[in-house]
């Protein structure tokens, strides 16, 4: 369930009884036993509705509102074909019809197809955007001129792969959690104007990434932070790609018979041979093209080579190694994003000395030892806060923190930040939390421990006077109106 925000405006009401339109034309031309295949043994008399439901939604839906009307359509049918998709009667049927409706709600002006929700910076399509993954995979082939996929962690069935024949010439973002190197490698082949990248999941067998990210020549996005198992050596030819340098050392020429050849050679023999067959068949690269970065378990030479792509504005950097220090990120003068998860502090405590103050949003995930106040101390730009901890004592409090009067202290203060995430099990540490932000708009709670005195207390602007909008766990939203303390009206809303 999701509280849905103003639910009995016209426009959510008409979109609802659109979605109940949708979905029961969708049952119908997959269920009506009176529907046959033709002489060629496929279904065609889904053809004419799908294409007057495209023309009814061109003419009566307006493009500002088209992205999120195609959003919630799209869930909708979503939600029928896992239905039908069970029932072994209408399995084969679905399978060929179903993607027919599901483009055919796509209205024609958007062109960004998102299915990823975005958990750090949440909005209300969000709750919408879980989308069955085979479903999508079958729309693929029908679909021109997309320039963003986002996959997120839905998944796919091995029988269907990815196709990007009718955008391969507009694609320049794509995102998935399910990393298919099969998929990948359709991606890299096909689509040359690809400039963001964002790579999830687990490489389960030998893989050519190396070879497959050396592809995408104009990428000045690259997200590898939640791709388990890439190797160290990976890592490093990959940043030394992506600066476009070619090691001062002379490299052996690689053996025929590629990576078999390189079996049983050595860790640093495989990488050599790597990096000459990336530099001798892809043109240089600039350092300065590379906008954002992300990888897992970075070392202090992927750290020093990260630090030379100085036009980084955005860095994730998931399982630092141990001892290894992040005080020469401050060589990066425009960064303004930076993502820390399950590392220590103490790897950061130098740098945000230096140069936090240039930091507008600050992400930490399971980082040990994180020291509340020095952030604040340090990092007096930020607008945008994100503190996530599975255990509450990884988060270092000011020691008076339980007692209710310290909430009314100046110091440790937020006072530009106007979005926070957090997610801390402590009743007491939330709470005061919650204290130090004086001008908050949005705020997730992941965590809320049916703390039902916390929400009164927003809800009734007792704290938190600026509130917008307030995400309440994993499935809930509210939105508040300009003037305080009132609520807008909303109701629980079913799918």
């Not at 992205?67 to 399995?91: A, H, P, Q, W």
């Not at 600066?243 to 023999?269: C, D, E, I, R, V």
């Not at 901890?389 to 202290?409: C, G, K, Q, T």
Request: charged share 25%; aromatic share 10%; hydrophobic share 40%.
């Amino acid at each position: 369930m999701v509280v849905l925000a103003c639910p009995d405006s016209l426009f959510n009401k008409s979109v609802d009884m659109f979605r109940v339109y949708v979905s029961e034309l969708m049952r119908r031309l997959i269920t009506d036993p009176t529907y046959s295949r033709g002489p060629d043994g496929r279904y065609h008399h889904h053809q004419v509705p799908c294409t007057r439901l495209q023309e009814y939604i061109i003419v009566h839906v307006p493009q500002d509102v088209a992205g999120e009307v195609t959003v919630r359509l799209m869930r909708k049918v979503s939600l029928c074909y896992s239905e039908l998709i069970n029932d072994g009667r209408f399995r084969s049927a679905c399978e060929e019809v179903a993607p027919f409706i599901f483009r055919a709600v796509i209205h024609p002006s958007v062109k960004c197809l998102n299915f990823a929700r975005n958990k750090e910076h949440p909005t209300l399509l969000d709750y919408h955007k879980d989308v069955n993954g085979d479903l999508v995979y079958r729309t693929l082939p029908l679909l021109r001129d997309l320039k963003v996929l986002k996959i997120g962690k839905m998944s796919t069935f091995a029988s269907v792969s990815l196709d990007v024949e009718g955008f391969r010439d507009s694609l320049e973002k794509f995102s998935t959690s399910n990393y298919l190197e099969k998929d990948i490698e359709e991606l890299a082949n096909k689509c040359k104007r690809i400039r963001c990248l964002d790579l999830g999941g687990t490489i389960i067998y030998p893989s050519n990434i190396c070879n497959f990210i050396s592809r995408f020549e104009h990428l000045e996005e690259l997200n590898l932070s939640l791709l388990c198992f890439l190797s160290s050596d990976d890592l490093e030819v990959i940043l030394y790609w992506l600066f476009g340098f070619l090691p001062l050392y002379t490299l052996p020429s690689q053996k025929p018979g590629g990576t078999a050849t390189l079996a049983g050679a050595s860790s640093q023999t495989h990488k050599e041979a790597l990096m000459e067959e990336l530099f001798r068949s892809r043109p240089l690269r600039h350092s300065g093209q590379l906008k954002s970065f992300g990888c897992a378990n970075p070392r202090d030479e992927h750290i020093d080579l990260i630090c030379m792509f100085y036009n980084l504005t955005s860095l994730v950097l998931f399982d630092v190694t141990p001892s290894c220090s992040l005080v020469a990120l401050r060589h990066l003068n425009l960064l303004k994003n930076l993502t820390l998860i399950r590392s220590r502090f103490s790897d950061v405590e130098e740098f945000l000395k230096v140069s936090g103050n240039q930091l507008i949003c600050l992400n930490f995930v399971d980082v040990f030892g994180t020291n509340f106040t020095l952030i604040s101390q340090n990092c007096r730009s930020l607008e945008c806060l994100h503190l996530c901890f599975s255990l509450s004592e990884d988060l270092i409090l000011p020691a008076n923190y339980r007692d209710v009067d310290s909430h009314s202290l100046p110091v440790p203060d937020f006072p530009l930040v106007v979005a926070l995430q957090l997610h801390i099990i402590e009743h007491q540490a939330r709470g005061y939390i919650l204290s130090r932000f004086p001008n908050l708009r949005k705020l997730a709670l992941l965590y809320t421990g049916d703390d039902l005195t916390l929400l009164d207390s927003i809800m009734n602007r007792k704290r938190l006077e600026r509130m917008e909008e307030l995400y309440w766990g994993l499935q809930t939203v509210m939105l508040f109106s300009d003037r305080p303390p009132c609520f807008k009206s909303s109701v629980w809303a079913h799918e």
